[in-house]
């Protein structure tokens, strides 16, 4: 059987399911409300915000543009997206299983590797049109509401202003490494869905081992420093990498430019590397279970 | 042969529910797979299509092994394994246009709609699954199992959960497969009365064991006869039959009944023969259908 009628028809039953749809709702509710909030009362954030600044410089501009509401949007839901990933991602396997329609599934002459490939590419097709979706709500509608103009990251010891010209780019590379990111969660929860005969399990498992990991990158000991490296957790967030940007001499932003590439890529290939391996993990298993739903 | 297990066995750690189990389906024929509720029935056919790996034995099925040509195997099988689940978020002919998909085979939404009249869900092919009764379901399923007309059909429990008039339906499209579109089918039941009706040959399995195999017609045979007799004094009885001409025909049995194999001409003989010991008999009840041999066979009670 062709890969690409299983991933059709895989994508059919996604996009049937109307639990599917929670993610999408979830996601326009929340950035809605950032959105409104910000519209509301943002103006008293900003000059709060910027406090420390104006005694320094002369801010100029609307700040409180569509792009930093994109930023403040991305660093605030990015960490609970991977709930909503785990929602379709860990039913893939085990959700069939629980209906029973697994049994049925594996009685079509279909190859065992050929259905989970086809599985675990639609459910990453699921995983970036979700991405697409916040992408649109958080870029896309923050710039219709707020305008665009040079973007003001502040961070603890500096602040980067990256112009508007040259920022969309950077969105473009950001949600792409974002859904690499998300890809590594749904890898992971997809894989955790072949050890279980309900959904609830693999999406607790997948937020479990998310929150441990995140606790072990904020503990600063020699013990967990040694495999920081290794976990995806610890590079999630290299997105942000694409909004420091390198200054030349004169203190000017360099067009186009990233502080620490490297990092970036590095990143990317750690989180590249899980997918692949999750990927590998789930035909090898798969191929092996007995089927006993 | 169709369909071929050879010395098929299935162990779950110390718990063997296939034990070395052998035997044949003829191309056309209707085969009955009996056993009792946990027999191992259901891990036999989930080993037939490959969803479980045996722990020894081997399946050939058109002349191929399943181990090795899985793919090639199951585009000419079609099956339903215990309950037929669906999706329930789907309607009917949305499921069956997914499973139509799987098969490998092109096939045209009139020919999907056309197996959905077979099984008498067209007039409900637009209604989601989780509004259908357990009876539609099992037609849906058995849809399912046909809509890339295979050339085998295996079927686990068909008649499971459904009403007398289910029942009848179900029994009607199996007869009708078989006479009218010559399918070769393997249909498992706990029920001996269903098997009897549809099946040409079939095997009784208990425990994961064989028990016996052959042509229904053959194991069914009407001359012979089980008696089950109640008396007001049923060791006395047993002690009278043990020392008579009937001590041939005697099985063991539980002290509430007296169990005796004899012809059906014999019966009368046998009422007489208490009558004038003055026995009082509550209740004289022959078995002659497949039933009665099944009851004995899985209750330890061999019958000759």
């Known amino acids: 059987m062709r890969l690409i009628s299983i991933v059709y028809i895989e994508l059919y039953k996604i996009f049937r399911k109307p639990r599917t749809y929670i993610s999408f709702g979830a996601i326009a509710a929340i950035v809605g409300l950032i959105q409104l909030g910000f519209y509301a009362d943002g103006e008293s954030y900003m000059k709060f915000g910027m406090q420390s600044l104006s005694d320094s410089f002369d801010v100029n501009g609307n700040i409180m543009n569509g792009y930093l509401m994109a930023f403040i949007i991305l660093q605030t839901l990015l960490v609970h997206v991977p709930l909503l990933i785990a929602l379709v991602a860990g039913d893939m396997i085990s959700g069939e299983a629980n209906q029973g329609t697994l049994r049925l599934l594996l009685t079509k002459p279909v190859s065992r590797a050929n259905l989970i490939i086809g599985k675990f590419i639609a459910s990453s097709i699921y995983t970036i049109v979700l991405l697409f979706w916040m992408a649109v709500w958080a870029l896309a509608i923050s710039i219709f509401i707020f305008g665009a103009d040079d973007m003001l990251i502040m961070k603890s010891d500096m602040v980067t202003q990256i112009l508007a010209s040259d920022v969309m780019w950077r969105y473009v590379a950001a949600f792409g490494f974002a859904a690499l990111a998300m890809l590594t969660v749904s890898a992971l929860s997809f894989f955790l869905s072949l050890f279980a005969e309900n959904s609830i399990g693999p999406i607790m498992a997948t937020m479990s081992i998310i929150i441990v990991f995140t606790i072990l990158n904020t503990l600063d000991l020699p013990i967990f420093n040694m495999v920081k490296p290794y976990l995806f957790t610890s590079h999630m967030l290299g997105w942000k990498g694409f909004f420091d940007v390198t200054i030349n001499e004169n203190n000017e932003q360099i067009i186009g430019s990233i502080e620490n590439l490297p990092a970036v890529l590095l990143s990317a290939g750690v989180l590249f590397l899980h997918v692949i391996g999750f990927l590998f993990a789930s035909i090898l298993v798969f191929r092996r279970k007995d089927i006993l739903s | ?304």
């Not at chain 2, 056309?28 to 009996?34: A, D, M, P, Q």
């Not at chain 2, 056919?45 to 722990?55: K, Q």
């Not at chain 2, 357990?134 to 007309?149: E, F, P, W, Y």
């Not at chain 2, 019966?267 to 023969?273: C, F, G, H, Q, S």
């Open chain 2, 1 to 304: 042969m169709l369909l071929e297990i050879s010395h098929l066995t299935k162990s779950f750690g110390s718990f063997t529910a296939v034990d070395d189990l052998s035997f044949s389906v003829k191309e056309g024929e209707v085969y009955g797979f009996l056993g009792q509720n946990g027999a191992g029935k259901s891990t036999t056919i989930r080993m037939i299509l490959s969803l479980i790996r045996p722990t020894k034995g081997s399946i050939n099925i058109f002349g191929m092994s399943i181990e090795k040509e899985r793919e090639k195997i199951l585009q000419q099988v079609g099956a339903v394994v215990e309950k037929p689940d669906l999706y329930r978020y789907m309607t009917g002919y949305e499921n069956l246009n997914v499973f139509a998909r799987l098969s490998n085979k092109h096939i045209s939404k009139a020919e999907v709609m056309k197996c959905l009249e077979l099984v008498g869900l067209d007039k409900r092919a637009k209604d989601p699954v989780r509004v259908y009764s357990q009876g539609m379901k099992q037609r849906l399923g058995i849809a399912v199992a046909l809509v890339h007309n295979p050339s085998l059909i295996i079927l686990d429990e068909p008649t499971n959960g459904l009403d007398p008039q289910g029942i009848a339906d179900i029994r009607n499209l199996i007869l009708m497969l078989s006479k009218e579109q010559k399918k070769t089918m393997l249909v498992s039941s706990h029920l001996l009365s269903e098997i009897e009706q549809v099946a040409d040959s079939m095997v009784i399995i208990n425990k994961g064991k064989k028990l016996v195999e052959g042509k229904v017609n053959e194991l069914l045979n009407p001359d012979k006869v089980q008696l089950e007799i109640i008396t007001d004094n049923n060791p006395l009885v047993k002690d009278l039959l043990a020392n008579s001409g009937w001590a041939k025909g005697l099985r063991n049995s539980p002290d509430q009944k007296v169990l005796v194999d004899t012809t059906a001409d014999a019966v009368p003989l046998l009422a007489k023969y208490l009558v004038e010991h003055q026995i009082g008999i509550s209740s004289l009840r022959s078995m002659n259908s497949l039933e009665a041999y099944f009851l004995s066979l899985t209750s330890g009670n061999e019958v000759d």
